[in-house]
């Protein structure tokens, strides 16, 4: 059984910076692409960066281009969104999310693309 678990979480002030990890087991984590996904009370659930199995490509939301990295470690089955120069909307539950059997043309940007998701970890950024 496949199982995802986010941490580093946080407040922290405006300008500030956080890094999520997220931790995959039960699974061949280099199967996987992962994403990164966001979800304000209230609000649906948005994509915010996603990184294909290699790691050689990346997505963003246009929101965090510049501000925030996604990147992965396939030898410690871990990703990691480093999270820059914070904005109180940046606030949200923020999700870690996996999917297995990629193919060309796969929408990553979207959370219906997903097999697997952690529990959430929660970042507020104070004004």
């Known amino acids: 059984q496949v199982q995802l678990v986010e941490s580093g979480g946080g407040l922290v002030q405006a300008g500030g910076s956080l890094r999520l990890s997220c931790a995959v087991s039960g699974g061949t984590f280099s199967s996987y692409a992962m994403g990164w996904f966001r979800q304000a009370p209230g609000k649906e659930r948005d994509f915010v960066a996603a990184?294909?199995?290699?790691?050689?490509?990346?997505y963003y939301t246009d929101s965090v281009k510049g501000r925030f990295t996604i990147s992965r470690d396939n030898a410690r089955n871990t990703v990691s969104l480093q999270m820059n120069s914070l904005k109180p909307e940046d606030t949200a539950v923020y999700y870690c999310?996996?999917?297995?059997?990629?193919?060309?043309?796969?929408?990553?940007?979207?959370?219906?693309?997903?097999?697997?998701w952690g529990q959430g970890t929660q970042v507020t950024v104070s004004s």
């Open positions: 990184i294909r199995r290699s790691g050689g490509t990346t």
């Open positions: 999310a996996g999917r297995l059997n990629t193919y060309v043309g796969l929408n990553l940007m979207s959370p219906i693309s997903y097999d697997y």
